[in-house]
């Protein structure tokens, strides 16, 4: 199975479960499910999720049931997207080639949309059947500290905020992109191993992979703002350079930014080095983060 097709698969099993916990738009209150639906199935890639699963099958080949809490960090990631896209921060009009959220449904009901979906992530690993108690647990603990203060996302958001109009500062920088967007992506990765039983030592080499992955896909996200248009992200471009945002580029240039990424993908290849060929997926997985288009 090539890379195309089995991100097609991987990406079908994260849709059939999310289908499975997110409430109907049938159900009442109806509107807030709408929302919540609208973002949720909205297109995204699904790369959060299909780390996680993938980080647990090279733990443990035979591992079932990991699909559920994988779409516990999309629901946390589409969370935030909602939230990044408000007046009262980002100011977007356009996710994944859509209307945002709050442009469709209200400023009122996207809050309370990524809200509820942020509940909802909780809520699913709590739920999951078939898991101890303690593994549960570490589950939870592991996403709840990638989704907050002071070393996750919020905690990132907070410094991206007030970055903007300070002078490029490369430490600021990378105390940003390691909190909002790195966090949660090493996350990824490090609850698929946590799911699987991982050894103090697997653990270790999948962190590391998930932090180089996690630097990774922000080099190249603040290289597509300034390259790619519109169109072709889904999303308005420039907005970065219009905000004077802390990125890449702006402190490091282009070029030196672009090499900065392939470094961070070799870095990720190497920590995968002791799971041999079982690890052939994650390396595409980086490969593909480093090398895309949009």
């Known amino acids: 199975m090539n890379l195309r097709e089995y991100l097609e698969q991987q990406q079908e099993i994260v849709e059939t479960e999310l289908e499975r916990w997110v409430p109907s738009d049938s159900i009442s209150p109806g509107t807030i499910?709408?929302?919540m639906r609208y973002s949720l199935f909205a297109g995204g890639k699904r790369i959060r999720p299909i780390l996680c699963m993938e980080a647990a099958r090279v733990v443990c080949p035979?591992?079932?049931?990991?699909?559920?809490?994988?779409c516990a960090l999309e629901m946390v990631h589409t969370y935030s997207l909602i939230h990044d896209d408000l007046p009262a921060l980002d100011n977007d009009d356009l996710r994944r080639g859509k209307p945002t959220c709050h442009k469709v449904f209200g400023e009122a009901m996207a809050i309370l949309a990524g809200d509820a979906l942020?509940?909802?992530a909780f809520q699913v690993l709590a739920a999951m059947e078939g898991l101890d108690g303690d593994r549960k647990a570490r589950l939870v603990l592991e996403l709840a500290t990638a989704a907050g203060t002071?070393?996750?996302?919020?905690?990132?958001?907070?410094?991206?905020?007030?970055?903007?109009?300070?002078?490029?500062?490369p430490l600021l920088l990378e105390t940003i992109h390691r909190a909002k967007t790195g966090a949660l992506i090493?996350?990824?990765?490090?609850?698929?191993?946590?799911?699987?039983?991982?050894?103090?030592e697997q653990l270790e080499a999948l962190s590391r992979y998930g932090e180089h992955a996690g630097l990774a896909f922000q080099i190249v996200d603040d290289l597509l703002d300034v390259e790619q248009s519109s169109d072709a992200l889904g999303k308005t471009a420039g907005k970065d350079a219009a905000q004077h945002k802390q990125t890449f580029p702006a402190v490091y240039g282009i070029e030196e930014s672009r090499r900065m990424a392939e470094k961070e993908r070799q870095l990720a290849h190497e920590a995968l080095k002791s799971f041999g060929d079982?690890?052939?997926?994650?390396?595409?997985?980086?490969d593909l983060i480093v090398y895309r288009s949009a």
């Open 33 to 35: 499910h709408r929302a």
């Open 62 to 70: 035979e591992v079932a049931g990991i699909e559920t809490a994988a």
């Open 118 to 120: 942020l509940t909802l």
């Open 150 to 169: 002071p070393h996750g996302m919020i905690g990132g958001q907070v410094s991206d905020l007030e970055g903007e109009k300070q002078p490029p500062d």
């Open 186 to 200: 090493r996350a990824s990765v490090r609850m698929g191993a946590l799911y699987a039983g991982a050894s103090c």
């Open 278 to 286: 079982a690890g052939y997926r994650l390396r595409e997985l980086v």
